[in-house]
């Protein structure tokens, strides 16, 4: 019997979480599938300094479905929200958050894009998701397979599972191994290329095919994570397969070799022919660096996901 998460469904949950479904029943039928969800990368990081609490707030108010985040881990074993090991992009402080406590990171300050100074504190991944929690968005955990035990722990105490998604590119049968049924309250996100490959230059060659249909089999996921360096028809066999097992499909737009060259700057200048291509594709879900334009380009053809 696969195992059934007990949990609101993935996109009723960006609405205050109304009914209780499956993934596998909610994905199969109820989830309109002519409709894109949008996804803010690290937040409204050109307004705010990336992977902060005012990033993600605006992106909310921007009317995104969900948030990309990444996770860090400090000196004295805390979870922070940032993309880099290192503090010296980011914040007015240096060296590798593994070497720092978290009282020296909060006497920092968060830099904007353009690398100025801002009012803005590094924040906690509990002080994340208690913010998060009840509004309209999901969040999308990126290296939280480095602390997985720690991640859920906090999830489980701030009570927002029904807003968080997981992903990895483990096989399923490591995943399972490791896990056991840690995950059937949570949802998580496969990532697979449409070739042969290697994870981490591993002996092991990863059969994307194979991937897929051991995952089906032992956890039935929500969605998946494609990268497409080339459109060939193996990009495009692949893509069929994931629509074949009711699942949805996630494209990055964030830069060329993660879309097949479609990325945001080219979707800038000529929406339909980029962001379009990944639509056609038959992506339900788009990861982007520009969030306003994506949803205004989303709203213009009737794609935006409204929540009906």
């Known amino acids: 019997m696969l195992p059934k998460i007990s949990k609101y469904t993935f996109v009723l949950a960006l609405f205050f979480c109304q009914f209780l479904f499956s993934q596998t029943n909610y994905f199969g039928k109820d ?22 609490i005012k990033a993600v707030n605006s992106a909310i108010k921007m009317g995104v479905d969900i948030v990309e985040i990444d996770i860090q881990k400090t000196k004295d074993g805390q979870l922070i929200i940032m993309h880099d090991p290192k503090l010296d992009r980011t914040t007015n402080g240096t060296g590798k958050i593994s070497d720092v406590t978290l009282a020296y990171i909060k006497t920092l300050i968060l830099r904007n894009g353009a690398s100025m100074p801002t009012r803005e504190k590094v924040p906690t991944l509990e002080e994340m998701l208690s913010f998060i929690k009840g509004k309209r968005v999901m ?18 105490k701030t009570g927002t599972g029904e807003q968080i998604i997981l992903k990895g ?30 994870i981490y ?19 039935n996921p929500v969605a998946y994570e494609v990268i497409i360096k080339d459109d060939t028809p193996k990009a495009d066999q692949l893509l069929n397969l994931i629509k074949n097992k009711k699942a949805l499909i996630w494209i990055n737009a964030l830069w060329p070799e993660l879309c097949a060259g479609h990325d945001d700057d080219l979707a800038e200048e000529n929406p339909d022919a980029h962001w379009g291509w990944m639509i056609r594709k038959g992506a339900n879900i788009i990861q982007t660096d520009r969030p306003e334009n994506l949803i205004r380009y989303l709203k213009s053809i009737g794609k935006k996901y409204d929540g009906q």
């Open 31 to 52: 989830f309109p599938k002519d409709k894109i969800l949008v996804v803010a990368h690290r937040g409204d990081w050109r307004n705010y300094p990336e992977n902060s």
């Open 139 to 156: 969040l999308n955990l990126d290296k939280a397979w480095n602390y997985l035990d720690e991640v859920l722990a906090i999830v489980n």
């Open 169 to 198: 590119n483990k096989k399923a049968s490591e995943l399972k191994k490791e896990t056991g049924n840690k995950l059937n309250n949570i949802i998580y996100m496969p990532m697979v290329w449409p070739e042969d490959y290697s």
């Open 201 to 219: 230059k591993r002996d092991e060659v990863i059969n994307p095919e194979t991937y897929i249909n051991d995952f089906s089999t032992l956890f």
